[in-house]
């Protein structure tokens, strides 16, 4: 995984850097990851949450929605 950050263009390397520090950050505060940024972009794409808002998405401020709440994801 590591000779990943150092293949292909320094862009990429930018990007990686920058996945691994989000999905690390959601790990320490106690959060999954996956459920974690699938909730946060599904938010954010939607609308649901608004700029003032922003700071509710931070890992250790989450709260994942409830099901009843949150519409139907198409599998």
């Known amino acids: 995984r590591k000779n990943a950050l150092f293949a292909g263009s320094d862009g990429g390397a930018r990007h990686w850097a920058i996945a691994m520090t989000l ?11 996956q ?3 699938t909730d946060v972009l599904e938010r ?5 949450t ?7 998405l931070l890992p250790w401020n989450w709260k ?9 994801i198409a599998a």
């Open 35 to 37: 459920a974690w940024l």
């Open 64 to 72: 994942h929605s409830s099901p009843a709440t949150a519409p139907a």
């Open 44 to 48: 954010v794409v939607s609308g649901r």
């Open 23 to 33: 999905i690390q950050t959601a790990k320490l505060n106690g959060v999954d990851p």
């Open 50 to 56: 608004k700029t003032a808002e922003l700071d509710t």
